[in-house]
């Protein structure tokens, strides 16, 4: 799910170490809870525009969802629409337990994997109509993008799209900036969370969220191969963009 700040879902040489935090995290998820309660991420606005994004595909589409965590919110999205097929990739088998909760009431054929992101798209041969990934992209390294990209256009069938939601640095913010104003954002404007969870939560930020801005993310895409991603819309840094082949 895209979404969640406190999960960590890819790494080199930590891969291990990041797999075991992601069940403790998914196992203590307080935290989280009330981030997305309080829609201090705009949760609630992103998931609505990427609903509206999903009722232009075609009819019977297959579905990818890499990082899904719980999949709470396509609980509701994918409830109202022509879905052929769903497959939700997640580091935590505790997230995918969730997640099999609370999507029992889709009428298609449903499909759970346990891994990396990358890892599960380079094991794989199937193909989809849409891809789609949330606040996960910006846990990787520039190489690990770019290699992401490269794999989602070889995973998706003709026409297919990538749906990608994500934090977003502004064209002329690097990454110290950014860090600064996001943070200064979260301690002075989130709500439901006490001032010790906000600290935990920019801790993590500090540590292990690498945005890039969009042209960039723009020029990885062109370059596997995709057209370039179109804005479909933006809340402050969190941004919804839709690539297609």
Not at 79 to 99: E, F, N, R
Not at 204 to 222: C, G, K, R, V, W
């Amino acid at each position: 799910m895209l979404w969640r700040i406190f999960y960590r879902p890819y790494g080199d040489a930590m891969h291990d170490q990041i797999q075991t935090e992601a069940e403790n995290i998914f196992d203590t998820w307080e935290i989280y809870k009330k981030i997305v309660s309080a829609n201090n991420m705009f949760h609630r606005e992103l998931y609505a525009d990427v609903a509206a994004v999903l009722q232009t595909v075609k009819m019977n589409f297959s579905f990818l969802d890499l990082g899904c965590g719980d999949a709470a919110h396509f609980a509701t999205v994918l409830a109202g629409l022509p879905i052929g097929g769903y497959c939700g990739v997640d580091l935590s088998k505790t997230a995918l337990a969730l997640a099999a909760d609370n999507l029992q009431a889709l009428a298609c054929p449903v499909e759970w994997r346990c891994g990396d992101l990358l890892e599960v798209l380079a094991a794989s041969t199937q193909r989809y109509d849409v891809i789609f990934t949330g606040f996960a992209l910006h846990h990787l390294s520039v190489t690990q993008k770019e290699a992401f990209f490269q794999a989602a256009l070889a995973h998706l069938n003709a026409s297919g799209c990538l749906v990608l939601v994500d934090t977003v640095r502004a064209e002329q913010e690097d990454r110290a900036a950014y860090l600064a104003a996001y943070c200064g954002w979260l301690r002075d404007c989130w709500q439901g969370v006490c001032p010790q969870e906000k600290e935990v939560a920019c801790q993590h930020i500090m540590d292990y969220d690498f945005p890039e801005t969009l042209s960039a993310l723009q020029a990885m895409a062109e370059q596997a191969g995709f057209r370039a991603g179109l804005p479909i819309s933006r809340y402050r840094w969190h941004q919804l963009l839709r690539f297609e082949m």
